[in-house]
């Protein structure tokens, strides 16, 4: 499992909680997203199950969770989790829908085998998609989810009303928010310290804190702040998604594939990725083959003058790295930038393109050189 998921999919089984254990009769901000009180405690059972599918962009997995509630007035434990995840994720699977349900009702037998029959009845079970199926059309995200419902009803295991879903990105960032300072301890007692938490997928990016200042409640806009009750206390938390940028997404964007109809098998090229690389990436059910781009390796590439600028202050700021590898290199790009703005007079968006060869010939002095030499011995006209 990436690690960079892990909080995001401990915050999904987490959000489970709420109808899993509650004991207040507060509605819970997410009362929508996952119905309430399907599964209620009583004093003489304390160990109770949770099983939760992270349907991402990259993967589909399954973490099946032990909650210990040792008495109605404190917190619940999480006394244990199994994990386990298959590849690729339910959005390869946008044309075959069937057997994308077959994937998670592999991992379904998992729970079956780990929680006792007699809590099955009594054990929740809920699957949302997260970033990869909000890429995919309506009628195909809906097609894999309606087949992934089926699944869940022909399981012993308790299925409410909207166990199959697609979450809003803000909820999953709270919900990793949840996570992250529910295991760090810092929703239980007064006067905590949160911490916040940002989470790179493969098709979004999340962003989730508390604010410490008035100031920033007061200049944030309204869709990025949501308020909730949990555990007896309230929280009014900053939080945004943005679908797209994501580590997947951003390949796809720097290979200019991203939001554009792709060819099952088109080919695609970038001087960010080694000259001599021919691979095959499959993501969202698309076959991207992609490599390094030869023609661009030769020619250079093409920046505005603010570049240099912008990469001088980089280097300049930090050049404790750079001492023994490249010592003039604050210099350097400190002299260049200041001739080329002050010296020749260019605009910070005049665009530059930096070029190695043309027609596979060096762009070299010794040329003119050459060319000279055979003109001064007659043998050029």
Not at 33 to 54: H, Q, R, S
Not at 138 to 154: I, R, T
Not at 156 to 177: C, K, N, R, Y
Not at 225 to 254: I, P, Q, V
């Amino acid at each position: 499992m990436a690690s960079s998921r892990l909080p995001i999919l401990i915050a999904l089984a987490f959000s489970s909680l709420p109808f899993v254990l509650s004991h207040s009769n507060r509605v819970m901000w997410f009362q929508e997203f996952f119905p309430p009180n399907v599964c209620p405690i009583n004093a003489k059972a304390n160990t109770f199950y949770g099983i939760m599918f992270d349907a991402g962009s990259t993967g589909t997995r399954i973490h099946i969770y032990t909650f210990v509630q040792k008495s109605p007035e404190k917190l619940p434990e999480v006394e244990g989790e199994i994990f386990e995840s298959v590849k690729p994720g339910l959005s390869a699977y946008a044309d075959q829908p069937e057997k994308g349900a077959e994937t998670v009702k592999t991992l379904l037998d998992m729970a079956i085998d780990a929680v006792p029959p007699h809590l099955w009845k009594k054990t929740p079970v809920v699957l949302k998609a997260t970033a990869g199926l909000r890429l995919l059309s309506e009628e195909k995200a809906q097609a894999l989810l309606s087949e992934v419902k089926e699944v869940f009803e022909e399981s012993p295991f308790l299925v409410p009303e909207d166990s199959v879903g697609i979450m809003d990105g803000s909820h999953e960032g709270i919900l990793a928010w949840i996570t992250v300072n529910f295991l760090t301890g810092q929703l239980s007692g007064q006067n905590q310290q949160t911490v916040g938490t940002l989470d790179l997928g493969g098709a979004s990016t999340q962003i989730t804190f508390l604010p410490r200042f008035e100031e920033t409640l007061k200049e944030t806009p309204g869709d990025f702040l949501t308020s909730f009750e949990m555990f007896n206390s309230t929280y009014k938390l900053y939080t945004h998604s943005y679908l797209g940028f994501g580590l997947k997404a951003a390949r796809l964007a720097t290979l200019g594939a991203l939001n554009m109809e792709v060819v099952d098998g088109q080919m695609f090229r970038s001087s960010c990725l080694p000259k001599q690389l021919e691979a095959e990436w499959h993501f969202g059910g698309v076959k991207y083959r992609y490599g390094g781009n030869k023609e661009d390796y030769e020619r250079g590439g093409v920046l505005e003058v603010r570049d240099f600028e912008r990469k001088a202050k980089e280097v300049c700021d930090n050049m404790e790295r750079y001492n023994s590898a490249s010592p003039f290199l604050c210099m350097d790009l400190t002299y260049i930038t200041a001739l080329l703005k002050d010296g020749f007079g260019f605009r910070d968006n005049t665009v530059l393109k930096l070029t190695k060869k043309v027609n596979n010939i060096e762009t070299s002095w010794t040329l003119g050189a050459t060319f000279y030499l055979l003109q001064s011995l007659g043998m050029t006209y």
